[in-house]
């Protein structure tokens, strides 16, 4: 499975929803906490894009010289339908200084992260993260590639993955006696994570026989994945 450092390190590089939380800005509307866009540095600091009127940018300029304490939230939801969206959250506190000259564009400041600690809870577990851990993780292959997939999975393939039914033994019923309805949940270089749903759903992962390392690699694991379910 993957580690801790490596589930949040994917989490922050990914197109999850995040917001910076930073003391003295709590009455700020939420959209004014979401950065723009989100970056690791090769020291793990975390570069954050803000608009440069922001309040978060406001509180970072007039603390100057002084630590200001942030945190930053990560929230996964699912990209398809299904009961219990969120896959989990993670969390990356740190201190928060201003990082004139980076932001591409005027009218806009990135901010820098400097970890202190972090953790993550999610479909996997909870877990803390040291920064040393964080900086050198890297980020799951097929993260940029996810919510695709699982949206085309859900859309267009709904019956290969109703047929992974067929894996999970007599757990494909539920309470009632119907059969589940399997829902693809999360895709990783690792496998498949389906939800089954019904009365007391559940969640299976379905493991590749390796890692895959790209999106080749996946889609011939993917294949294998559906015809041993169609045996």
């Given at each position: ?32 906490l ?45 990209p ?96 009632s ?40 690699e ?14």
């Open positions: 499975m993957p580690s801790a450092a490596e589930r949040t390190r994917t989490l922050v590089q990914s197109t999850c929803s995040a917001v910076l939380l930073v003391p003295g800005v709590e009455t700020a509307l939420p959209e004014q979401a950065p723009q866009a989100r970056a690791v540095g090769p020291d793990g600091e975390v570069f954050l894009l803000f608009p440069a009127d922001s309040p978060v940018v406001r509180a970072a300029t007039h603390a100057q010289d002084d630590e200001l304490p942030a945190v930053l939230e990560i929230t996964d939801v699912a398809v339908s299904v009961p219990n969206r969120i896959r989990g959250r993670a969390w990356l506190s740190g201190w928060l200084t201003c990082a004139p000259g980076i932001a591409s564009e005027p009218g806009l400041m990135m901010l820098r992260l400097e970890l202190g600690e972090a953790s993550v809870d999610d479909l996997w577990g909870a877990g803390g993260v040291e920064p040393e851990a964080f900086a050198a993780a890297g980020v799951d292959p097929i993260t940029a590639y996810e919510t695709e997939l699982l949206q085309h999975l859900d859309a267009g393939h709904s019956d290969q993955v109703q047929a992974l039914c067929g894996l999970v033994g007599d757990r494909r019923l539920d309470g006696g119907a059969v589940r309805r399997a829902v693809p949940l999360a895709l990783d270089r690792f496998g498949l994570r389906v939800r089954f749903t019904g009365e007391q759903p559940f969640d299976a992962r379905f493991d590749f026989p390796v890692p895959v390392r790209d999106i080749t996946l889609r011939r694991a993917m294949h294998a994945l559906f015809e041993a379910a169609a045996r």
